[in-house]
Nanobody, 114 residues
Framework: QVHLVESGGGLVQPGESLTLSCVASGFAFNVNPMSWYRQSPGKERELVGTITSTSGAVTYADSVLGRFAISRTNGENTVTLQMNNLKPEDTATYYC???????WGQGTQVTVSS
């Protein structure tokens, strides 16, 4: 059974950093592109970024470019979202997504507030 578990969310102040992790199981993680999405109340879920399975190349949404970084450790079935210089508008529930599996994690809440 495909399973994704996110962790690392919390409450931080503007300008601070936070690292989210997603641990995958039940599928061939090393050949599956992985994405992070986020959703704020009243807004549609938006793509934060995607990391490929082979080269590890990453694409980012313009809103996080230069502040967020996605990486993966295939040997540990883990994908990480490093978030720096957080802004109040980054407040959202963040979801891990396995692209070929069409599977979502349960989400982890990130709140940026002074």
């Amino acid at each position: 059974q495909v399973h994704l578990v996110e962790s690392g969310g919390g409450l931080v102040q503007p300008g601070e950093s936070l690292t989210l992790s997603c641990v995958a199981s039940g599928f061939a993680f090393n050949v599956n592109p992985m994405s992070w999405y986020r959703q704020s109340p009243g807004k549609e879920r938006e793509l934060v970024g995607t990391i490929t399975s082979t080269s590890g190349a990453v694409t980012y949404a313009d809103s996080v470019l230069g502040r967020f970084a996605i990486s993966r450790t295939n040997g540990e079935n883990t994908v990480t979202l490093q978030m720096n210089n957080l802004k109040p508008e980054d407040t959202a529930t963040y979801y891990c997504y396995a692209d070929f599996q069409n599977t979502w994690g349960q989400g982890t809440q990130v709140t940026v507030s002074s």
